[in-house]
């Protein structure tokens, strides 16, 4: 190797090492140019309630009456109920959809579980995703091996005999 490509080899080698500080596989930040517009949660419109003594008791970090609640929205707006949002245990309409989804054993943990697997598939697969000369989104990089070929899946079910719709045509 010449010195002139050593040379670059090392300053290539400390321009990355001086990277940002964000870190993670996905980079999703603004430039820091302005507000950022998805932190930006409008509220709803303020009005008087029907009934003063039926308000909730003010809790400091509570929530409020006029706070949007998309999620809520979003299954009352499909004809679900608004507290099949809300953390417990499921309603006694759910349960035997509940009873049903366990019926070959369920696990308490999972969350956690996969939290903890997926950060050791990312150390595994991303030992050295921090020599970068560029922030890059390596999302698509690390988890390209289990993403799912749509064409090649529907070649193997037509093959097996199952009727399969029409997917997109490839690029």
Same mark, same amino acid.
């Given at each position: 190797?010449?010195?002139?490509?050593?040379?670059?080899?090392?300053?290539?080698?400390?321009?990355?090492?001086?990277?940002?500080?964000?870190?993670?596989?996905? #980079? %999703?930040?603004?430039?820091?140019?302005?507000? *950022?517009?998805?932190? #930006?949660?409008?509220?709803? &419109?303020?009005?008087? &309630?029907?009934?003063?003594?039926?308000?909730?008791?003010?809790?400091?970090?509570?929530?409020?009456?006029? *706070?949007?609640?998309?999620?809520?929205?979003?299954?009352?707006?499909?004809?679900?109920?608004?507290?099949?949002?809300?953390?417990?245990?499921?309603?006694?309409? *759910?349960?035997?959809?509940?009873? =049903?989804?366990?019926?070959?054993?369920?696990?308490?943990? #999972?969350?956690?579980?996969?939290?903890?697997?997926?950060?050791?598939?990312?150390?595994?697969?991303?030992?050295?995703?921090?020599?970068?000369?560029?922030?890059? *989104?390596?999302?698509?990089?690390?988890?390209?091996?289990?993403?799912?070929?749509? =064409?090649?899946?529907?070649?193997?079910?037509? %093959?097996?005999?199952?009727?399969?719709?029409?997917? &997109? &045509?490839?690029?």
């Amino acid at each position: 190797m010449r010195l002139s490509q050593v040379v670059i080899f090392g300053l290539a080698v400390a321009v990355a090492g001086c990277a940002g500080s964000e870190s993670g596989i996905r #980079i %999703l930040s603004s430039n820091g140019e302005g507000p *950022d517009e998805f932190r #930006i949660v409008p509220s709803k &419109p303020l009005s008087a &309630p029907e009934n003063y003594a039926e308000l909730p008791a003010p809790t400091p970090g509570g929530e409020n009456l006029t *706070d949007v609640d998309p999620v809520g929205d979003a299954v009352a707006a499909l004809g679900g109920k608004r507290s099949a949002t809300q953390a417990g245990a499921p309603s006694s309409a *759910d349960a035997a959809m509940v009873n =049903y989804a366990a019926r070959k054993g369920r696990q308490a943990d #999972i969350r956690a579980v996969t939290a903890a697997e997926d950060e050791d598939f990312r150390e595994r697969r991303g030992r050295f995703a921090n020599i970068r000369i560029v922030p890059t *989104d390596r999302y698509n990089e690390i988890y390209d091996d289990q993403h799912l070929d749509q =064409y090649r899946e529907q070649r193997r079910w037509r %093959l097996g005999g199952a009727k399969t719709p029409a997917a &997109p &045509p490839k690029n």
